[in-house]
């Protein structure tokens, strides 16, 4: 059973950084993608970064050059590097991976 569980998240000022983590137990994380998402109260659920097994990228527009996703295989563990952070990316952060979600963190980004 695939678990996700995740970590990093708080309140921040703008213009702060923040670093995300996604663990995986239970599937093979060397060979699948990875995604993190988020949702804003009151928005859809929208992707924000997604990395794959080949470390391949790809990044929401709102979020290029300030985040960076990445994965050590080592460790099955995912990352979202959050920087230059702006009250608009507030919001609850998801992992995803194969058809699994993590339970969500909340990133705050306010004065």
């Known amino acids: 059973q695939v678990q996700l569980v995740e970590s990093g998240g708080g309140l921040v000022q703008p213009g702060g950084s923040l670093r995300l983590s996604c663990a995986v137990s239970g599937s093979i994380f060397r060979s699948n993608a990875m995604a993190w998402y988020r949702q804003a109260p009151g928005k859809q659920r929208e992707l924000v970064a997604q990395?794959?097994?080949?470390?391949?990228?790809n990044y929401a527009d709102s979020v290029k050059g300030r985040f960076t996703i990445s994965r050590d295989n080592t460790k099955k563990t995912g990352y979202l590097q959050m920087n230059s952070l702006k009250p608009e990316d507030t919001a609850v952060y998801y992992c995803?991976?194969?058809?699994?979600w993590g339970q969500g963190t909340q990133v705050t980004v306010s004065s």
């Open positions: 995803y991976f194969v058809g699994h």
């Open positions: 990395i794959t097994s080949l470390g391949s990228t």
